[in-house]
């Protein structure tokens, strides 16, 4: 009836907490059940612990990659294991928390195929990261032509058919939540307070989060290329502006500047600047379209543990 998906990368600390509370709200569900944990090439002792707990439940099952692919990667090679009407996946920290699974049972028996937890409150220090999540969110929805609900994460319960048009998607640059959008079908929301982390500390690096982002709004959007477009007009009317003021000031004899210098290296400087933001911005669709081109596997499992 249920599969659930867990990416794992250094999760010593928590592995142990999560499998317990995993059993005490999945037993009394009364359904058939199976765990995929998904071991995004952890260095630490996860993979001699999710090995025992599969050879000890044979409702437990494991996926090594043979190196780190990312939680993307991971998300994606649990989904194409899955074998049951419907699949739940949520992180591993606890902060996605295990009892929200029985609610969004409850709803996908009324007949949704998406049901996702949203975010009325995140816990954590640092206000920094907040902002910037709520911030973004809220952009990526401007920029994009997909509904993306806004302050939810991967932790979502999803039908089988939507599970299987997810697996037949090829793409390499992987952004489940706003792929999840994109399909459609009935979804919902489930309103939670997202907690601290159980233990341990967090494996997503700025870098990681930004290139996160940063897949998010090019995998869904044509803005940045558009972007392009709006700057060269930008350009166009601040450069006849500034010849105007440039032309008023020889005429009145107010301009302190040596003849032409002003207005060369500002009309440099400025159109510069333009050309290596639209450049760069090419550059990332042609990197992600080189990817695509290439047809290298998203992750390598290098071994399995009760699949």
Sequence with gaps: MLSVVIPIFNEEDVVESLHSRLLQVLIPIGESFEVIFVNDGSSDRSEAMLDAICNSDPRFKALHFSRNFGHQAAVTA??????????????????????????????????????????????????????????YYRALRKLTDVEVPPDTGDFCLMDRKVVDLLNAMPERNRYVRGLRAWLGFRQTAIMFERPARAAGQTKYSLRRLIGLAADGVLSLSKAPLRLAIY?????????????????????????????????????????????????????????????????????????????
């Excluded at 020889?250 to 440099?268: K, P």
């Design 78 to 135: 649990g989904l194409r294991a899955v074998k049951c009407q419907c699949a739940v996946v949520m992180d591993a920290d606890l902060q996605d928390p295990p009892e929200m699974i029985v609610q969004m049972m409850e709803r996908w028996r009324e007949g949704f195929q998406v049901v996702y937890a949203q975010k009325q409150r995140r816990e954590g220090p640092n206000v920094f990261l907040r902002a910037a999540y709520y911030l």
């Design 231 to 307: 700057m060269g007009f930008f350009v166009s009317v601040a450069s006849f502006l500034l010849g105007v003021i440039f032309a008023i000031q020889q005429i009145t004899g107010t301009s302190r500047a040596a003849r032409g210098w002003a207005s060369t290296i500002v009309v440099v400087l400025f159109l510069g600047g333009v050309q290596l933001i639209c450049i760069g911005l090419i550059g990332e669709f042609i990197g992600r379209i080189y990817d695509e081109v290439k047809q290298r596997p998203l992750y390598v499992v290098a071994r399995s543990t009760g699949l």
